[in-house]
């Protein structure tokens, strides 16, 4: 464990691309090193490696297998207590801010512009005493049921994150991938209880996928809705798998996918526009996708890129720009919309402060 990390820090110092990420329940961390400081992008998806791509889906980058040193190391999980309660954010002006982006969304939904536009925001934290290879095991830690990852590259940034959203598996022709909408905070012991907004919600989500998935699929199978736990969040979650037809491919699955309403909306184009005209910053990889393409077993996994921040880094500070948002149909509220990106922010809170 010790060389594994150390191997993290040379590529860091010597300004040079890498990847560590850990699957769902899975106590393995797996290294990709890259050998130069080339960006990388792929257009079929046929390369060995990890994929990084934005919201917008343009440029999707890649650290390459074939020129990468590849390393695992095995980690043991250490008591965590997640203590979401302390990170309230009490900045009026940035709530105010993101409660008329809100309503401005809704507005434009009663109007029949779209059904569901996902709105989001961007909250900056300093950072003291920056330590990559101690974060980045502390989100091992507090998340083990999350795909956590750690991204650089000297042209991109760097970028972490636990993001409990799967975009898509395969296997050969077999896929799996999930509708995931709706978040409160767990409760021990107490009842889950989803309101209308989130059922409805969630229900565009699997409707959309089911949709788009249909002229490149078959044998498809949907499950009934379900809670799923992600740290101290539950959010509502459908599974969805089939068969990818013979005539199609990885890519034309992925594109159809990405974005799903879960972090766009609905219908995908007047929701998009809506998103880049009224956010007041640039998405950039949060709400894209991420994760290895054909690696072992000629397997993919990709992941949405959700419960992120990028680590920003200067001569004087370092900073943690955290990226947090929530779908908003016609029942939202905006002060609770404002206090569920509350919430999720405490994903990357809990392991920065």
Not at 236 to 245: E, R, V
Not at 325 to 352: F, H, L, R
């Amino acid at each position: 464990m010790i060389d594994f990390f150390i191997k993290v820090q040379q590529h860091l110092q010597l300004n040079l691309p890498f990847v560590l990420y850990s699957k769902p329940n899975e106590n393995r961390v797996v290294g990709l090193f890259q050998k130069d400081n080339e960006l990388n992008i792929t257009e079929s998806f046929t390369e060995k490696g990890f994929v990084f791509a934005p919201f917008d889906g343009e440029q999707v980058l890649l650290i390459p297998e074939d020129n990468s040193d590849v390393l695992e190391v095995f980690f043991v999980l250490m008591e965590t207590s997640l203590k979401s309660s302390l990170y309230e954010n009490t900045n009026q002006q940035e709530k105010a801010a993101f409660e008329n982006l809100v309503q401005k969304g809704i507005d434009e939904i009663k109007n029949e512009v779209f059904y569901k536009v996902v709105l989001s925001r961007e909250e900056i934290v300093e950072l003291q005493d920056f330590d990559l290879v101690n974060l980045y095991k502390k989100l091992l830690n507090s998340y083990p049921t999350a795909f956590n990852y750690c991204w650089f590259h000297p042209e991109i940034g760097l970028w972490m994150g636990a993001t409990p959203e799967r975009l898509l598996k395969t296997n050969d022709t077999v896929f799996q991938t999930v509708a995931l909408a709706g978040t409160q905070m767990f409760q021990e012991n107490s009842e889950v209880i989803w309101e209308n907004k989130e059922k409805v919600e969630q229900q565009f989500v699997t409707d959309y996928i089911l949709e788009n998935i249909k002229t490149v699929t078959s044998d498809v199978e949907v499950s009934a809705p379900y809670s799923l736990k992600a740290g101290k969040l539950l959010h509502l979650k459908t599974d969805i798998k089939g068969k990818i037809n013979k005539d199609s491919s990885l890519i034309d699955v992925v594109m159809l996918l990405h974005p799903t309403p879960a972090v766009c909306g609905l219908p995908k184009k007047s929701a998009k526009e809506f998103i880049i005209e009224n956010e007041a910053y640039n998405r950039s990889f949060y709400a894209g996708f991420l994760g290895e393409i054909n690696r072992e077993e000629n397997s993919t996994e990709l992941f949405v890129n959700l419960r992120c921040m990028q680590i920003k880094r200067n001569l004087d500070s370092t900073k943690a720009h955290l990226y947090i948002g929530c779908g908003i149909t016609k029942d939202s509220n905006p002060e609770k919309e404002w206090q569920e990106t509350v919430n999720k922010a405490t994903t990357m809170k809990n392991i920065i402060i």
